[in-house]
């Protein structure tokens, strides 16, 4: 079991920047991958970003791609989220999630992922 905690959500005017971080505890070992996710209001959550817990790769959605950028502090046991150029179609509650599954280097679809944080909300408007 792996339990995920993510903070550093809030407001921010378009243009602006957040980092989110998300703290990971428990059965580290397990994870292969880690990645991020948002839901706006009346949508379906979609994945935006996804790091390989090993090898650091990365892969991004189309509309975050350039503007956000995933990393991690294994020694830290910490996910980041750093967001710029935020944009007010960016406002959602933001999740971080952790799979295990090793026929995936990394990937953003949410039936892969097994453990998921509790969210933290991102609102961009001016």
């Known amino acids: 079991q792996v339990q995920l905690v993510e903070s550093g959500g809030g407001a921010a005017q378009p243009g602006g920047s957040l980092r989110l971080s998300c703290a990971v505890s428990?059965?580290?070992?397990?994870?292969?991958?880690m990645g991020w996710f948002r839901q706006a209001p009346g949508k379906a959550r979609e994945g935006i970003a996804s790091?390989?817990?090993?090898?650091?790769?990365?892969i991004y959605a189309d509309a975050v791609r350039g503007r956000f950028t995933v990393s991690q502090d294994t020694a830290k046991r910490t996910l980041y989220l750093q967001m710029s150029s935020l944009k007010p179609e960016d406002t959602a509650m933001y999740y971080c999630?952790?799979?295990?599954?090793?026929?995936?280097?990394?990937?953003?679809?949410?039936?892969?992922?097994?453990?998921w944080g509790q969210g933290t909300q991102v609102t961009v408007s001016s």
């Open positions: 790091i390989n817990r090993r090898h650091d790769g990365t």
């Open positions: 999630a952790a799979g295990s599954l090793t026929t995936y280097y990394n990937t953003r679809d949410e039936p892969d992922y097994s453990d």
């Open positions: 428990g059965y580290v070992d397990s994870i292969q991958y």
